[in-house]
């Protein structure tokens, strides 16, 4: 599967930001989907996961209450919607995709598929 992320800009603190991850090429129904950040000097960080239908989702505790991950099935995409946005927030987002049900999915190993990144960056 093929995957495209899109949404990343400049924004100030506390503002809002919508990611969107588009797939194509595979079941996307199948995939468990996630958002990963990186930023620089820093080692990749789990940011969120979403079930193949949606019903659970789990978060790292720095955006837990901030960030919403959702998908639409029908249109093959997962969103990342990011609020009270903070300087330290700022990344390189990338989506990811597992076929895998694993306790690890924080891990980035646990992920086959990767689209490019697109950058946040939120301004003080």
């Known amino acids: 599967v093929q995957l495209q992320a899109s949404g990343g800009g400049l924004v100030q603190d506390g503002d809002s930001l919508r990611l969107s991850c588009a797939a194509s090429?595979?079941?996307?129904?199948?995939?468990?989907m996630a958002w990963f950040r990186q930023a620089p000097g820093k080692d990749r960080e789990f940011v969120a996961l979403i079930s193949t239908g949606g019903r659970n989702t789990y978060y790292a505790d720095s955006v837990k209450g901030r960030f919403t991950i959702f998908r639409d099935n029908a249109q093959n995409s997962v969103y990342l919607q990011m609020n009270s946005l903070k300087p330290e927030d700022s990344a390189v987002y990338c989506c990811?995709?597992?076929?895998?049900?694993?306790?690890?999915?924080?891990?980035?190993?646990?992920?086959?598929?990767w689209g490019q990144g697109t950058q946040v960056t939120v301004s003080s």
């Open positions: 990811a995709a597992t076929t895998r049900y694993v306790t690890t999915y924080y891990k980035s190993a646990e992920y086959d598929y």
């Open positions: 090429g595979g079941a996307f129904v199948d995939y468990r």
